[in-house]
C-alpha cells in the first residue's frame, strides 16, 4: 500500500483568484487520499482556511505589486517592479527548499509563483497566461514572455486552467515556445444546486486590486444609490466599514463567502463584474453570461474583453465611459453565443496520473 502523499499547493496573492480556483484542486488532491499543505500570505490562507480549516498552513509572503491609477502607465508601473519580482522568486525558491526537507513533501503546485520549482520532487506551475499580452510595446512583450517561458520550463509540468480547443483564454494559454504543457479544463470553487428563485435583477461583484477597485465602486456608486431595479453590489473588501444605504431596492455587500456567492449569482438576473479570470471561470461554471469590466491597463484582462465579446460569451464595457443602464440595455439585445462546457473529468485524471507516477 503506498504512503499518503505531501502535496503543497501555493497560490500568488495578485488578487484573490489564484487562491479560489485552487479550491477544486485541493479538493481533489484530498479526496485521492493525499496530505495536503498550503502556503501563502495571510489573506490568502485566510481565505482557504474557511473551506479547509484542518489544513496544515505555511506562511509565505506575497509580492507585494503597486498598480497604477492610469491605464497607459500600468505595464511600466509593473516593468519597473521586476527586480522587486525577481527577489521575491529568488527568496521563495530557497524557501522551499528548506520546506520540503522540513515537511518531507512529495510534490508541490504553484499557481504563477515562479520560484516554487525544484528538482528534487516534481512541480506543477498552474497559469492560464502562457503568452502574457503587453501591447504597449512588443519588445516589452518579448521580454516579459522570454523570462516566462524560462520559469514555466523549469517546472515538471505547466498546468493550464482550461480546454486545449475552444479555449476560454484564447491566445493567452496557446502552448507556444513552451512544451510541458497540459490543460486540466476550467476550474471553479462553484457548483449548480436547485434551481434558484430569481431575487436580484442584477448582481454587481467587484475584485481586483487597488486604487482600480475604489475608482471603480465609486463610479458604479453614483449611477445605482437611487436605482429602481433589485440590485445586489458586493464590493470585494473584507473587514471594510458598511456603506450605509436608505434604498430598499439595494443591498450593499462587503464581502462574500463562496457559498453566498454562488448563491447570489444563481437568484440574479444579470452579473456585472470584473474580468479577473478565475471570475470567469465561475461564471461559465454556473452557465451564466454577463456584462464584464476590463481593469484599466491590465493587459490580460483588456485582451479577455475583446476576446469573450468577440466569441459572444460575454458583453464588455470600458470603466471609463461606463453606464450601468446603457449597459443594461446592450445585454438585452445582444445575441449571446453557448458557453463553452466544463469537463471536470480533465482535472480529476490530471491528478489521478498525477498521483500514479509520484507512486
Request: overall charge positive.
Amino acid at each position: 500500500m503506498h504512503k499518503q502523499k505531501k502535496i503543497l499547493i501555493a497560490p500568488l496573492d495578485w488578487g484573490m483568484g489564484h487562491a479560489t480556483r485552487c479550491i477544486p484542486l485541493i479538493a481533489s488532491f484530498i479526496q485521492n487520499n493525499c496530505d495536503v499543505l498550503i502556503a501563502g500570505n495571510e489573506q490568502t490562507n485566510a481565505l482557504i482556511k474557511e473551506q479547509f480549516p484542518s489544513l496544515t498552513y505555511l506562511h509565505l509572503a506575497g509580492y507585494d505589486i503597486n498598480y497604477s491609477t492610469k491605464k497607459w502607465t500600468l505595464p511600466f508601473v509593473i516593468g519597473f517592479q521586476i527586480p522587486k519580482i525577481m527577489k521575491r522568486i529568488i527568496t521563495e525558491h530557497f524557501w522551499l527548499k528548506k520546506i520540503i526537507k522540513q515537511h518531507q513533501i512529495d510534490a508541490v503546485v504553484s499557481d504563477n509563483r515562479y520560484g516554487l520549482f525544484t528538482k528534487n520532487i516534481p512541480s506543477i506551475f498552474i497559469t492560464h497566461q502562457i503568452q502574457i499580452q503587453v501591447p504597449q510595446s512588443s519588445v516589452f512583450q518579448k521580454l516579459v514572455n522570454t523570462i516566462n517561458h524560462f520559469f514555466i520550463r523549469k517546472f515538471t509540468t505547466c498546468w493550464v486552467p482550461d480546454a486545449e480547443q475552444n479555449r476560454l483564454s484564447g491566445n493567452l494559454s496557446i502552448a507556444k515556445n513552451v512544451k510541458n504543457i497540459q490543460y486540466i479544463g476550467i476550474l471553479s470553487r462553484l457548483e449548480i444546486t436547485n434551481k434558484p428563485i430569481m431575487k436580484y435583477d442584477v448582481a454587481i461583484i467587484l475584485s481586483g486590486p487597488e486604487p482600480q477597485r475604489t475608482i471603480v465602486e465609486n463610479k458604479i456608486l453614483d449611477q445605482i444609490i437611487n436605482t429602481t431595479k433589485r440590485i445586489i453590489f458586493i464590493r470585494g473588501k473584507a473587514n471594510a466599514v458598511a456603506i450605509q444605504n436608505q434604498n430598499d431596492n439595494l443591498t450593499i455587500l462587503s464581502f462574500a463567502s463562496s457559498f453566498e456567492l454562488q448563491e447570489i449569482i444563481l437568484s440574479s438576473e444579470i452579473i456585472i463584474c470584473r474580468t479577473g479570470y478565475s471570475t470567469i471561470m465561475d461564471l461559465v461554471k454556473l452557465s451564466k453570461h454577463g456584462i464584464i469590466i476590463p481593469t484599466p491597463g491590465q493587459t490580460e484582462q483588456e485582451y479577455l474583453g475583446e476576446y469573450l465579446q468577440h466569441k459572444k460569451w460575454f458583453l464588455a464595457q470600458e470603466q471609463s465611459n461606463l453606464d450601468i443602464e446603457k449597459a443594461l440595455l446592450a445585454y438585452s439585445t445582444f445575441s449571446f453565443q453557448p458557453l463553452p462546457t466544463c469537463d471536470e473529468a480533465l482535472l480529476q485524471n490530471s491528478i489521478q496520473l498525477f498521483i500514479k507516477d509520484l507512486n
